[in-house]
């Protein structure tokens, strides 16, 4: 199932790259030069290293 990048909450496991992150926190912000508000993603991998994914609004997630 695909989750647009603004529907990600916090408790999701996402895939990147075929493998699984858990998410914990995530934040939208302003509309900026390209004219698309960014999503700010931190979430963890299986082993508990934090990675941070900088995404547009629109950018489908494998969930």
Do not use: C, H, W
């Amino acid at each position: 199932m695909k989750k647009l990048a603004k529907e990600i909450k916090r408790g999701d496991i996402i895939k990147v790259a075929n493998q699984a992150y858990f998410v914990e926190e995530t934040e939208i912000s302003d509309i900026g030069k390209q004219g698309k508000r960014k999503v700010r993603i931190v979430a963890l991998t299986e082993r508990k290293e934090k990675i941070v994914l900088i995404r547009p609004e629109d950018y489908p997630f494998e969930t």
